[in-house]
């Protein structure tokens, strides 16, 4: 893919057809787009591993807003998340720091949206420079959201891993 002259490349949610997130991700990048399809282990215990979507019926891709019906026109695409007919980037920070957790092989799940909450930094294990919240009194979690699908995933942490409190 090619970036325009007005540098409008950015990551977008996409939303797909239930259960054809992998194939769709494939469509799109054998036309050349940068896709990004976050996923998590489920029933790793049992010996039966296998991956699943962690937001099931969206992947992110990377394109031109201006340029966007090829992206459309890929099979298993439903539409560009957004607001109308306006897509809404997805902020380069949600990206990398979804791919960190995505990456660091902790046990996963998607959550709801937390509203409430300190906002923290990892500062020890493979999570370190990733924001987020911290919810609940008991645990300590992780959540990184990506506003814009009112979706987040959490990491149970160790206490000590996390960083002072940030505003």
Known sequence: MFPSADNTVNWFAVRVKSNREKVT???LSGK????FL??????AASGSARTNPLFPG???CRFDVNRRLPVLTVPGVVHIVGVGRSPL????DEIGSLRVVVRA?????????????DKIQI?????????????GSQRKKLVVSITLLQRS???ELPPDWIGPHKN
């Open 105 to 117: 092989s902790l046990p996963i799940k998607a959550d709801e949206v937390y509203t409430v909450g």
């Open 38 to 43: 976050p996923e998590y282990v489920r029933d």
């Open 153 to 155: 995933v959490s990491v």
């Open 32 to 35: 050349g787009y940068e896709v």
């Open 25 to 27: 991700s494939l469509g």
């Open 58 to 60: 969206y992947l992110f």
């Open 89 to 92: 980037p997805v902020s380069e």
């Open 123 to 135: 500062d020890r294990g493979p999570l370190v420079g990733v924001s987020g919240v911290v919810v």
